[in-house]
């Protein structure tokens, strides 16, 4: 901290603009400044840095290796505190700023849409990377700060992440009309048909198996798949029992489909949404998480 005592902020806008602009009278007219104003910056500057840092080869400037070196560094550093200080008077219409969310196919059905419309009519210069990756992915992802927020369903997590519920819902199940004719079915009929477990790990325990688990009982999961919106469409014209959330199933599955109660008390799917603690002050990130909470609270 010792250096920045001898230096102010200007001292370092001044210096971006000479890497690069890599002239003095360009670098003087993009800063609005004289050209001497400049040039006693810019000897200020070497003496900082023990460099001559732009040098005179056959006409024209050239950066030393250190001035090459400072100018990424640098950008970056200055975007920050440009960014940083932006927050203090946060306005979403002139954020620029690229969230990454991860989502099951689940969540992004559901989450995605409204978004995305709320984002271009109030915060058009925001840009969405949406991920698709297993719940403990989503949590290194969060430590590891590659992801800014994550939507699923968590049964423990790591004492840095906060979490916000963002809406239930209800565990049906869902089989073709010819096997369950009288919409409901007992927990032997229940049992007695090959299940589609929605998992994006085959070996996962799920809520539906641990619930029968308590229960000793058992189902046989004849098909496994990671995706929530592909599960459903395997259903029709079969003898397979899909239990899973019910904003999962398109509308047109009640064409051929019936939804009924399982005969297994299975507790609602409680969504959340979860970030890193280190986010918390973060002004954009929080307007985001705000708006999320809002979208679906209406």
């Known amino acids: 901290m010792n250096n920045l005592r001898r230096l102010d902020l200007n001292q370092l806008v001044t210096l971006l603009i000479l890497l690069r602009?890599?002239?003095?009278?360009?670098?003087?007219?993009?800063?609005?400044?004289?050209?001497?104003?400049?040039?006693?910056?810019?000897?200020q500057l070497r003496e900082l840095f023990q460099d001559p840092l732009l040098v005179?080869?056959?006409?024209?400037?050239?950066?030393?290796?250190k001035a090459e070196a400072l100018y990424t560094p640098?950008?970056?550093?200055?975007?920050?505190?440009?960014?940083?200080i932006a927050q203090q008077n946060f306005q979403p219409a002139?954020?620029?700023?690229?969230?990454?969310?991860?989502?099951?196919?689940?969540?992004?059905?559901?989450?995605?849409?409204?978004l995305t419309r709320f984002l271009r009519e109030q915060a058009p210069d925001v840009d969405l990377n949406i991920w698709h990756c297993s719940r403990e992915e989503m949590q290194n992802k969060l430590l590891e700060g590659s992801l800014d927020l994550a939507f699923g369903v968590f049964n423990s997590l790591d004492n840095t992440l906060r979490a916000q519920s963002i809406f239930q819902d209800k565990m049906v199940s869902l089989a073709d009309k010819s096997i369950c004719p009288a919409g409901t079915m007992t927990l032997d009929e229940w049992?007695?048909?090959?299940?589609?477990?929605v998992s994006m790990k085959p070996f996962d325990t799920n809520e539906v198996d641990a619930q029968l688990k308590r229960l000793n009982q058992q189902?046989?999961?004849?098909?496994?798949?990671?995706?929530?919106?592909?599960?459903?469409?395997?259903?029709?014209?079969?003898d397979l029992i899909l239990t899973a959330a019910q904003r999962s199933f398109p509308p047109e599955m009640n064409q051929h489909c019936v939804i009924?109660?399982?005969?297994?008390?299975?507790?609602?799917?409680d969504f959340q949404m979860i970030w890193h603690e280190r986010s918390d002050t973060d002004n954009a990130l929080n307007w985001l998480r705000a708006t999320i909470i809002n979208l679906f609270a209406q």
């Open 21 to 43: 602009e890599r002239h003095v009278s360009r670098a003087a007219q993009a800063l609005h400044k004289s050209q001497p104003a400049v040039s006693h910056a810019l000897n």
């Open 56 to 65: 005179r080869q056959k006409g024209q400037y050239q950066l030393t290796s």
């Open 74 to 84: 640098l950008l970056k550093a200055l975007e920050q505190l440009d960014y940083l």
């Open 94 to 114: 002139l954020c620029h700023q690229r969230f990454n969310l991860a989502l099951s196919d689940y969540g992004a059905a559901i989450i995605a849409q409204p």
């Open 191 to 197: 049992l007695s048909h090959p299940h589609i477990a």
């Open 219 to 238: 189902r046989r999961v004849a098909v496994t798949v990671p995706y929530w919106q592909v599960a459903p469409q395997l259903i029709a014209g079969t």
């Open 260 to 269: 009924f109660e399982p005969p297994v008390k299975v507790a609602p799917l």
